[in-house]
């Protein structure tokens, strides 16, 4: 008889050639793949498409836009956009928000400038001071703010 402490392995399916143990992310050797055995040997398809790359094909198809009154040929981007805008000013509010948002996002005439030379060594000291301070090089910065020198 054995000890009733110890484990028994009844199981033969547990139990492999040798102690190999069948388990959660140990399949059978019998099942595995060979050595130079691949399980999708032909790979990726040569010139198969992302789906960004459809997305932009799709987009830039031609279709027929009424437009007062006339049919042109435009684009599926344009007329999308067409007709985002036509449901904005009927005050479709949904539409008249993404509009405005692709606007915002994709106008480079929003109203703010390009940031000048100045400001842009002003960021760079500030960002460097910073950095010293995280890596603990330097005590926190009492620089005065450059912008109360020209109000004395």
């Keep these: 008889m054995s000890d009733p402490n110890e484990p028994q392995d009844d199981c033969p399916e547990k139990k492999g050639k040798g102690d190999y143990d069948v388990g959660y992310g140990r399949p059978p050797k019998h099942t595995r793949f060979k050595p130079g055995q691949c399980p999708n040997p032909k790979g990726r398809p040569k010139g198969a498409k992302s789906f960004r790359t459809d997305v932009l094909e799709i987009l830039k198809l031609p279709v027929a836009v009424t437009e007062n009154g006339k049919t042109k040929k435009g684009s599926t981007q344009r007329a999308s956009l067409l007709r985002l ?24 005439e929003n109203g703010s400038e390009a940031p000048t030379a100045d400001l842009i060594a002003e960021d760079q000291k500030i960002l460097a001071n910073a950095r010293k301070r995280q890596k603990g090089d330097a005590p926190p910065a009492s620089d005065p703010d450059p912008h109360d020198e020209d109000e004395q």
């Design 85 to 108: 805008r036509e449901k904005a000013l009927k005050g479709d509010i949904r539409a008249l928000d993404r509009l405005l948002a692709l606007a915002a996002e994709h106008n480079p």
